[in-house]
């Protein structure tokens, strides 16, 4: 039994009822938090359905219900954990996808938690489709030499780093907000699905 504190499963995606267009999502926000980069995002591309995941339930009530009441019809956050898999969603329909900021979870022993994993990277190149990218940032070098390290091990993937010219988004996440303000530095790059 799945205890109620988990997040469901998703057997089959209820994009009709997720999207006004009843169309497949073609970006993921994977681990979206409070949802400032998705909804701004969103909110700037009309032309695209924008699926975040996030694995906090009550980030992702207080999400659609700014969605439900701005009436955004391109837009929803799914309560839901990568450990799950991204079965439901059909290979090569993402053109898009975000991982930014994780939780570095940097005690070495918390490491496994990680979700940042060959796995994970498997799954994401199996969603993407052919020349799509996933964009990544990150406030911890920890993180970024962990991640470059996972990129390296998997030559389906080219990865380069972006600066404010070449990063695609003009919105700024929560954590990325947080930085500017303390002077904290991070990095941005993409890695491109081969």
């Known amino acids: 039994m799945?205890?109620?504190w988990y997040p469901p499963l998703v057997e089959s995606p209820q994009w009709q009822a997720w999207f006004a267009n009843g169309k497949p999502a073609n970006v993921l926000d994977i681990g979206c938090g409070r949802g400032a980069l998705l909804l701004?995002?969103?909110a700037a591309h009309p032309e695209l359905n924008i699926l975040?995941?996030?694995?906090?339930?009550?980030l992702v009530r207080w999400i659609n219900t700014v969605?439900?009441?701005e009436r955004m019809p391109n837009?929803?956050?799914l309560w839901?954990?990568?450990?799950?898999g991204l079965d439901w969603i059909a290979p090569s329909s993402i053109h898009m996808a975000m991982y930014l900021f994780p939780d570095p979870w940097p005690k070495k022993r918390h490491h496994k938690r990680r979700a940042f994993t060959p796995h994970f990277l498997s799954m994401i190149h199996t969603v993407l489709a052919p020349g799509g990218c996933l964009y990544l940032a990150t406030d911890r070098?920890?993180?970024?030499e962990?991640?470059?390290a996972v990129l390296a091990a998997d030559p389906r993937w080219t990865v380069r780093d972006c600066d404010d010219a070449s990063w695609p988004f003009h919105q700024r996440t929560d954590q990325q907000m947080f930085c500017d303000r303390k002077g904290i530095p991070y990095v941005r790059y993409v890695a491109q699905r081969q």
């Open 146 to 148: 962990y991640q470059r």
């Open 52 to 58: 975040g995941l996030e694995v906090r339930e009550s």
């Open 67 to 69: 969605v439900d009441g």
């Open 2 to 4: 799945i205890p109620a």
């Open 141 to 144: 070098p920890d993180v970024d």
């Open 75 to 77: 837009v929803r956050a």
């Open 80 to 84: 839901y954990t990568l450990a799950n």
């Open 40 to 42: 701004a995002h969103a």
